[in-house]
């Protein structure tokens, strides 16, 4: 998939540094920036962005490639959107509870941070609105991708998706309570589970995703394909246990000047 030439000359500024960080393959229009981080830093040091670090050298380094500081959500695996134009990040203490992110405004900087959940931005075809999604099974399951392409207030059928890093569909294994999360109002869901022991599946987090994103009129959807657990030189998991259960990565998307 052929991206626009900042997204290029970005992801050659991170090569450059010494950064593995992804700069996602898909069309997006020119006025429109992300990333995803992995755990590593420049230099390869550990890069961490979880709350518990919020005053870390990690999000530091974030900066410097942000036009300002994002504004971080108290995510709670829900699907509340928050418009990040209306919050003043200088004068707010608290993260507001969200799990999606919209902003219009130019270098208004929409994140969530993920080890495992996934990862989704939105843009419309013109690059006049960006959001990103925390997409675990259960925001999944609440609808925070059809509540995040509401608050995006554009028609979706125009509307670009770029899945990031999560766990693959190799190594999610999931009981009763997932399965039924999801196939309880679209029996369909149940094409996305493979069956492993009883009572318990395989659950492809993307193809849901791609679901969802379909049944509400998305067409043009990309990425997919990594895993969190998998990939453990390149990604946190926090399936994986241990200092990357509290680990985690960021994925950034803002609007600069067209």
Request: proline residues 5%; glycine residues 8%.
């Amino acid at each position: 998939m052929k991206r626009t030439s900042a997204a290029d000359h970005l992801q050659a500024q991170f090569t450059a540094r010494g950064l593995d960080w992804i700069v996602p393959e898909w069309p997006a229009p020119a006025s429109v920036r992300a990333f995803s981080t992995t755990r590593s830093g420049e230099a390869g040091a550990a890069f961490d962005l979880s709350r518990r670090l919020a005053s870390s050298t990690a999000r530091a380094e974030l900066r410097r490639w942000l036009p300002r500081e994002p504004v971080w959500l108290a995510q709670v695996h829900g699907s509340i959107v928050c418009d990040i134009d209306l919050i003043d990040v200088a004068s707010s203490r608290d993260p507001p509870q969200a799990d999606a992110a919209v902003a219009r405004r130019l270098h208004n900087v929409c994140a969530v941070l993920t080890a495992d959940c996934m990862p989704v931005l939105l843009t419309d075809p013109r690059g006049e609105v960006v959001a990103a999604a925390h997409a675990g099974w259960r925001g999944i399951a609440s609808g925070v991708l059809e509540a995040t392409l509401a608050a995006m207030r554009v028609d979706a059928h125009g509307v670009l998706a770029w899945l990031g890093p999560a766990i693959g569909p190799r190594a999610f294994e999931v009981g009763a309570d997932v399965f039924e999360a999801h196939c309880a109002s679209d029996s369909g869901a149940a094409e996305c589970f493979l069956p492993q022991q009883p009572g318990k599946w395989l659950a492809d987090l993307y193809e849901l995703a791609r679901r969802r994103l379909r049944r509400a009129g998305v067409t043009a959807i990309y990425g997919g394909g990594r895993c969190t657990l998998g990939e453990p030189a390149l990604f946190y998991s926090y399936r994986r246990g241990g200092a990357d259960a509290a680990s985690r990565m960021a994925t950034v998307i803002w609007r600069e000047q067209g």
